[in-house]
């Protein structure tokens, strides 16, 4: 069964830091790997989708990793600011149920 | 092109009550998947529709069903109501592409069970 496990649960950030989500998964059988942002009450936006052949995905100030082998994958947000502040989550699709599976999210505070 | 649109946005439901959900795919989807979500199981895949079948199914009891009409629109139903059925219930539309796979999510149903 796969699992998906994120680090850290919650991080607090001043406005301008670089920062690092992480994500690992126990199942390396993906079809590929998505990152979400949730607001408060709201939906998931999707952020970046990295298919089980590819290393990374960038789009503008977010960049995602993926290492399918050990399982882990990084999204790298720069220059951070008040607006991102958000819940992120990762989620791979795979297996034969051909379904997400979520981790439990890194809830982020950029402060002014 | 519109995204995914649910319907109501919000409920209040007693216990022991039915409810019926309502999830309107982006044009040209055929695959939609609702997701509970709630504070302790985080999201969790309810199940998933595909041109009128059910294609997958989570771990969940048979309260809860669902099914989808001949223009994709789908829709899930919960029956004899309980507490902890109360969660944000959140449907996702897929296109068929070999590429992408991207899911789209609407802004889900928010639930209350009183």
């Known amino acids: 069964k796969q699992e998906v496990t994120q680090i850290p649960a919650a991080l607090s950030v001043p406005e301008g830091e670089n920062l690092v989500l992480n994500c690992s998964f126990t199942d390396s059988a993906i079809y590929n790997l998505q990152w979400f942002r949730q607001d408060p009450g709201k939906g998931l936006t999707s952020l970046l989708l990295i298919q089980s052949s590819q290393r990374e995905q960038t789009s503008g100030r977010l960049n995602a990793s993926l290492d399918k082998s050990s399982g882990r994958s990084t999204l790298y947000i720069a220059a951070s600011q008040p607006g991102d502040s958000a819940t992120y989550l990762c989620a791979v699709l795979g297996g034969a149920g051909n379904m997400l599976t979520f981790g439990g999210g890194t809830r982020l505070m950029v402060k002014p | 092109k519109a995204g995914v649109t649910q319907t109501p946005r919000y409920l209040i439901k007693t216990r022991g009550q039915q409810v019926t959900l309502s999830c309107s795919p982006i044009?040209?989807?055929?695959?939609v998947s609702w997701y509970q979500q709630t504070p302790g199981q985080g999201l969790q895949f309810l199940f998933e529709?595909?041109?009128?079948?059910?294609?997958n199914k989570g771990n969940f009891p048979g309260r809860f069903s669902g099914r989808q009409f001949s223009n994709s629109r789908s829709e899930m139903n919960v029956s004899t109501l309980e507490l902890g059925d109360s969660a944000l219930y959140l449907c996702a539309s897929k296109g068929h592409s070999p590429v992408t796979n991207t899911q789209y999510f609407g802004p889900g149903t928010r639930l209350t069970v009183l």
């Open positions: 529709y595909f041109s009128e079948t059910q294609r």
């Open positions: 044009s040209g989807h055929r695959s």
